[in-house]
């Protein structure tokens, strides 16, 4: 690996090339969803919502249903905790590949996080894995069957980190938390996640992740992998003669990337205004340990919990200049605020709102039903309340702009989105009070 100081590239001359590999600059949409999740080396999919509203933001003509098919019906998708104790939309062709790399660190994770004794686990971990044989079950459905105690999630959990179970199709719609399991060898029977040696794939993601996300520091590589930098190192300095280390101009530390994207970095050209709407932990923003690239530092409290655990943004040619929410009080809406009320592209941003609205509320979260099963949908539509016909809105009904913040309550234990009145709204974020943290799979799912 070279080490190599370019003239006339900078940290800032670099992110036009680097949106383009993320797929967030204009005309750089992805093929399809598959290739998607290959591309960022997985989609985050702790909160429900974010894999649908990333892969909306990166593709064009983007249906919720397309990425539904690829994950229950084609099986070429799959969910799978990897990166820092994290769920995942991964492909299954990388599957063995980020589990053979994050395998040590999630189980060591997740026995601390959950408490789950041996014995305890020993014992009810094959009734679990007997009770799936052929079938699909939520967690609630297992506990009835077996008559198992409130401890039962935690070791449903433990399976989903040894890729025994799986996480399939969600108890209700797209936004709900909670799944239903099925035995990994009835889904993927020829699907070996053994096949490649930890030390190899250590190699293989440092690998990816630095032709993915470059350019990116040392802390960068073991910051978004979770793994020791003692594994890191070695796996860095092995990388191939198309990585390089580049000291470029203004930046702390020296930056690793491919030799190939320094020499498109001047190429790829400048921001033109691009908007664009992303979700509660997407990759761009939970990429890196250091988030100065995109955001100014003042701003962080408003962006990233303590956890560092990213909120949900408006992005403008690669920066951050904002944050939005989906609200459905009053009414379903989009509320964003930007943080310079005098924003050149205010107006772009209020229409990529309305599409982001029109998106979830029409398509997304109407149509997600189908996903329920029977009983859940009369359970729904016994409780649901009589409702008013109103007069459909119009694109650019889905959006209320917020013109006041208040410092976020940032905690370590968080479930979703806390919604308050819009006047003292942005209190995310990431905060909740009960939960696991949002880097940690739910025990109760």
């Known amino acids: 690996m070279r080490t190599i100081d370019p003239e006339g590239v900078t940290p800032a001359g670099v992110t036009p090339h680097l949106l383009v590999k ?22 985050h999919a702790t909160s429900s919502l974010s894999p649908y509203l990333s892969a909306f933001a990166r593709l064009t003509s983007f249906r919720p249903e397309d990425l539904d098919r690829e994950l229950y019906e084609r099986r070429s998708l799959l969910r799978l905790k990897c990166m820092r104790g994290t769920v995942f939309v991964v492909p299954r062709d990388l599957a ?92 993927y029977p020829d699907l070996d996640l053994s ?90 923003l939970m990429g890196y340990r250091d988030r100065d690239r995109f955001l100014d530092p003042s701003l962080r409290p408003l962006v990233y919990d303590r956890g560092g655990n990213a909120t949900a943004t408006v992005l403008v040619d690669g920066r951050v200049e904002g944050v939005w929410d989906l609200t459905e009080t009053p009414r379903a809406a989009v509320r964003v605020l930007l943080f310079d009320p005098a924003q050149p592209l205010r107006s772009a941003v209020l229409d990529r709102c309305a599409a982001v609205g029109e998106f979830w509320f029409r398509c997304a979260g109407a149509g997600a039903g189908a996903h329920c099963d029977g ?12 409702r008013r016909r109103r007069a459909p809105l119009t694109p650019r009904q889905w959006t209320v702009p917020v013109t006041r913040a208040s410092r976020p309550v940032s905690s370590s234990r968080s479930t979703g989105r806390r919604v308050t009145p819009a006047a003292t709204w942005w209190k995310p974020a990431l905060t909740c009070s009960t939960g696991t943290p949002m880097s940690r799979d739910q025990p109760s799912r």
Request: with cysteine; charged share 25%.
């Open 22 to 43: 993320q797929h967030l600059a204009p005309g750089s949409a992805g093929a399809d969803v598959v290739s998607l999740a290959g591309d960022l080396i997985g989609l």
């Open 96 to 187: 063995p590949v980020l589990f053979a790399a994050t395998r040590a660190a999630t189980l060591s994770g997740d026995r601390r996080w959950l408490r789950v004794a041996r014995d305890h686990y020993e014992q009810w971990a094959p009734r679990v894995l007997d009770a799936l044989a052929g079938t699909a079950l939520g967690a609630a459905e297992l506990r009835r069957l077996l008559g198992a105690d409130d401890r039962l999630p935690a070791v449903v959990s433990m399976l989903c980190d040894e890729a025994l179970i799986l996480r399939d199709r969600p108890t209700g719609t797209r936004r709900s938390s909670a799944f239903r399991y099925r035995r990994w060898d009835d889904v």
């Open 195 to 284: 096949a490649v040696p930890e030390a190899t794939a250590i190699e293989l993601l440092v690998h990816r992740y630095v032709a993915a996300y470059g350019p990116v520091t040392l802390r960068d590589v073991a910051w978004w992998s979770a793994l020791p930098l003692g594994r890191v190192r070695p796996a860095v300095e092995g990388l191939v003669e198309a990585q390089v280390v580049v000291r470029l101009p203004g930046a702390a530390n020296d930056l690793l990337m491919s030799a190939d994207d320094l020499a498109r970095a001047d190429a790829a050209p400048a921001g033109a205004g691009s908007v664009v709407l992303l979700p509660v932990l997407d990759p761009y």
């Open 375 to 386: 009983r859940a949908r009369r359970r729904a539509h016994r409780r649901a309340p009589p």
